[in-house]
């Protein structure tokens, strides 16, 4: 049975989506079965996995509106080894439509019922606002992974986001919880960013992931070859830090 997981942070530009792609392509290659799921109207999760978000015939907006199953929407990225449920500007439309729908938080976590046995893990990029579509991702998630740069105000949007996923177990999915916290775009030159670093330590303890992912130029250049660095430059340190976090990963899940 798969492990569910969405990549979320109520804050912009923190590097959810670099996250997502890169953790699954980890993933793969430490061979894993991965299914990732794009829930951005952006499509950039689509996109930076090699799917051609113009030419997809289904989308997870397909799915959402139960007019199509994942095994019927999913596409096999065979550059980087994994699954994708791709999304398109087609899903901003979702949000208006799903208001009068029944079960309307829960359309996603009914469709992965039906292939949660194929895969090892299934990742979800979220949308950066608390909207329909980040609801569907976290009522059927196991936890929650949130990258965050280690910078001030990062702390004040994960407060935000510690309150969200409280609300959403009390309500709607009991099993939600964070599953870590992993510090992205890294520079220990920086000051402030070793002294934030050390405040999440204290704060969080052991949900703060032991991998640290650096800032690297690769990383940043990799979306624009429509690859995650991890397939991109396997030898950059953005790659390496990527294949060592999934691993973490894997050992994470087999002690939940």
């Given amino acids: ?133 980040t609801l569907n991702g976290l009522c059927c998630a196991h936890g929650v992974i949130v990258p965050m740069q280690c910078e001030y105000f990062a702390l004040e949007g994960l407060t935000d986001l510690v309150n969200t996923i409280k609300q959403v177990h009390a309500n709607l999915n009991k099993e939600l919880a964070i599953i870590g916290l992993l510090r992205v775009m890294f520079d220990p030159r920086i000051t402030l960013q070793q002294q934030v670093s050390d405040q999440l330590k204290e704060h969080f303890g052991d949900k703060v992931f032991n991998t640290v992912i650096p800032r690297n130029v690769r990383l940043a250049e990799a979306p624009s070859y429509g690859l995650p660095g991890v397939v991109f430059d396997p030898a950059s340190k953005g790659a390496l830090a990527f294949v060592a976090f999934a691993e973490e990963m894997v050992q994470r899940i087999k002690v939940m």
């Fill in 1 to 133: 049975m798969a492990k569910i997981f969405c990549i979320a942070n109520q804050k912009g530009g923190v590097g959810k989506t670099t996250t997502t792609v890169n953790l699954a392509a980890g993933l793969a290659k430490v061979g894993q079965r991965v299914l990732m799921i794009d829930l951005d109207p952006q499509g950039n999760a689509t996109m930076g996995s090699g799917v051609d978000k113009r030419k997809l015939e289904l989308t997870v907006y397909d799915v959402l509106l139960e007019s199509a199953s994942i095994a019927e929407a999913r596409v096999h990225s065979e550059k980087c080894g994994y699954d994708v449920l791709g999304a398109n500007r087609e899903l901003a439309g979702a949000e208006v439509e799903l208001v009068e729908v029944e079960r309307r938080e829960k359309r996603l976590k009914l469709a992965l019922a039906a292939v949660a046995d194929n895969y090892d893990f299934v990742l979800i990029d979220c949308p950066p606002s608390l909207s329909m579509l």
